[in-house]
């Protein structure tokens, strides 16, 4: 609860302006049954016109001024939770933003989506439902109790034996149902994991034509949640009916007593009764909200373990500041996945001198993408040092790092929006024409141009209206438009046709000369033509130099030429 009063504090004007007019609406519930009771003993008995239209008239003015309150309660309670769960979604996608991929690997995408989303609707209800009934329902309770015990003191063993069996019986709800509502969520997190995994893959499935094993995935994680949810509403299902009994049979006491009690003051027991009923819908209220609390105290702990979160790569306190150049080295540079026994790679010594182009070639699982990675610090090296222009990049400011380097990933990532907009993720400062250019360079413009709308064309999701030769060419014009010195180039060409390629390669070296590229690509004709070469195998380095060079001395290179191309000889 620590987080959620810390928000509410921030906005204490708002919130204690709603708990003012919820103050205004619960007095006014209150002293309605009081003046009923004035015209039923004093007005209907004595049949007094006078005092009935006296009293009458001033339930009415009491009404009007409760629907008030209630109106100006309702405005500021939504405004305030409204305002809060914006701003807590806010520092939690900014201090996503921050941590690292070790981090998002362990913290689950899936998980994460689940706690900016649904665990923050949840302190969102549970602060609009404190405000609107939460602190109501005990004034109410309170209140209404005091008058019953005014009203007919003879009621007040009643009154104790009530509130003592329903207290009891709120604390046994919350304590069984809190750890069930926090299983809940996990269980939510789950279903959103597979359903995320369905619809990023759904070209996938279709063509495998596995929408039953999915459908069966998706079942038991449905499954899932739905047994956490019965579990978790069973303890409703068996306590608030319990509680309701307890009030409703402190009615039927009040009642049973009162047998004794003077005819002439009927008005007062017409009162007492309604102030029990009052008392049966505060205590209901209160279990509901509890519970509400219950779930909103699992989701904040959810939340507030992503902002406790300590990023895993440590930013240096005096970082280096410098006009990178573009030189790459790694020395003795081995990495190794969380909760994985094995090096995804081991003892790495390389050096890729400014403006050279490195072509990084190996079998699927050798650790290509995994090297350049570190490059950009996606992830810190576990042993050994990653080097920019002789500077570790642990010691380099992470803005500078990642402003001097340019990343194509080999799934083309793509964004809602216009061809235009896409491009100019790289670079929101480009011009038209540096658009053009780079789309030149990256073989985009002449397809682009095509387009009735020519880059104002927008894109779907994912960019689901372009071919994946496409989403490649453009998220290359994306990078060039961002004017690095490192240019990370992980096998996003392999949706290209040979020519296609070729001209996107030599577009390359001649438009972006002076960027450092690394060149991922499964094809040995890619990484024939780049300055030198790393041959990637078991997360080792097996080779690295020019193509003839490798010919000559890299058995492992030796192979994957004569799988591609046949025969054994240098070209």
Sequence with gaps: MKLIFSFIRRHLGMFLTAMFFLCVETLADLLQPTFMAYIVDNGVKGQDVQVILYYGAIMVGIAALGALGAVMRNIYASRT?????????????????????????????????????????????????????????????????????VQTPQQIPVMVAILVIAGALIVGNMKLGYPRFGKLQQKLDKLNGVSREFFSSIRVVKAFGAEAQEQEKFGAAAGEFADAGISATRVLAVFS?????????????????????????????????????????????????????????????????????????????????FDVKGEVSFNNVSFTYARTGRAAIEGIDFTANAGETIGIIGPTGSGKTTLVNLVPRFYDATQGQVLIDGCDVTQMDTELLRNAIAVVPQKALLFTGTIADNLRFGNSAATDEELRQAARIASADDF?????????????????????????????????????????????????????????????????????????????????????????????????GTHQELMENCMAYRAIYASQIGGDHLE
Excluded at 114 to 143: E, H, L, W, Y
Excluded at 265 to 293: K, P
Excluded at 462 to 467: D, E, I, K, Q
Excluded at 504 to 522: D, K, P
Aim: net charge positive; with cysteine; charged share 20%.
């Design 241 to 321: 009916p319990l509680i309701n009994l307890t009030v409703n049979m402190g009615i039927i006491a009040l009642l049973w007593l009162s047998g004794s009690q003077n005819t002439g003051q009927i008005g007062r027991l017409m009162a007492s009764v309604n102030y029990m009923t009052q008392v049966l819908f505060a205590i209901g209220m209160v279990s509901m909200i509890l519970n509400t609390a219950v779930r909103a105290l699992a989701s904040s702990e959810r939340v507030q373990e992503i902002l406790d979160e300590q990023p895993a790569q440590l930013q240096p306190q005096q970082p280096r500041v």
């Design 81 to 149: 939770s409204q305002t809060i769960s914006k701003e807590l979604r806010g520092e939690l996608y900014r201090k996503v933003q921050t941590l690292s991929f070790e981090n998002i690997d362990r913290l689950q995408p899936s998980s994460i989506i689940t706690r900016i989303t649904n665990d923050v609707t949840q302190i969102q209800n549970f602060i609009n439902s404190s405000m609107r009934i939460m602190i109501k329902a005990p004034i109410t309770c309170i209140g209404a109790v005091i008058l019953i015990m």
């Design 448 to 544: 682009v141009s095509d387009f009735t709308d020519g880059y104002e064309t927008r894109l779907g999701q994912g960019g689901v209206n372009l071919s994946g030769g496409q989403k490649q060419r453009i998220s290359i014009a994306r990078a060039l438009l961002r004017r690095p010195r490192i240019l990370i180039l992980d096998d996003c060409t392999s949706a290209l046709d040979a020519s296609t390629e070729a001209a996107v390669l030599n577009g390359l070296r001649t438009e972006a000369a002076g960027i450092t590229v690394l060149l991922i690509s499964q094809r040995i004709s890619t990484v024939m033509r780049t300055d030198r070469i790393l041959c990637m195998e078991d997360g080792q380095l097996r080779g690295f």
